[in-house]
C-alpha cells in the first residue's frame, strides 16, 4: 500500500507564495499520473493540478499561471508551488494518483488572508 503524506500548508496573505510537498512512502510518481487536489468548506474536491508518469503536467484555470506542480522521483517526493495567492485558494490540499489507488491522505490546509 501506498501512503501519502502532504505538509507545507499555512496561513499566508494575499499575493503570498507556499510550495506544498507531498511524500510517498514507496515509488508512485514514475509509474502512475499524479495530481493536486484541493476542497474548501462547502464545495467538492477539485483537481488543480495533474503530473503524467511523462511529465506533462495540466492546471485548472482558477489556477493556471500561478500555481506549478513538479516531483523528484528518485525522492519520491512531489511538490506544488503556489505563487500569487488568492482568498479563493483556501482550502485543504491532497495528492493523489490520477491512474492508481486512490491513496487519501489526510492533507494539508492553505488559508489565504485578504
Known amino acids: 500500500q501506498v501512503q501519502l503524506v502532504e505538509s507545507g500548508g499555512g496561513l499566508v496573505q494575499a499575493g503570498g507564495s507556499l510550495r506544498l510537498s507531498c511524500a510517498a512512502s514507496r515509488n508512485i510518481f514514475s509509474i502512475a499520473a499524479m495530481g493536486w487536489y484541493r476542497q474548501a468548506p462547502g464545495k467538492q474536491r477539485e483537481l488543480v493540478a495533474t503530473?503524467?508518469?511523462?511529465?506533462?503536467?495540466d492546471y485548472a484555470d482558477s489556477v493556471k499561471g500561478r500555481f506549478t506542480i513538479s516531483r523528484d522521483n528518485a525522492k519520491n517526493m512531489m511538490y506544488l508551488q503556489m505563487n500569487s495567492l488568492k482568498p479563493e485558494d483556501t482550502a485543504v490540499y491532497y495528492c493523489?494518483?490520477?491512474?492508481?489507488?486512490?491513496?487519501w491522505g489526510q492533507g494539508t490546509q492553505v488559508t489565504v488572508s485578504s
Open positions: 503530473i503524467t508518469r511523462r511529465g506533462s503536467t
Open positions: 493523489n494518483s490520477n491512474s492508481a489507488g486512490p491513496y
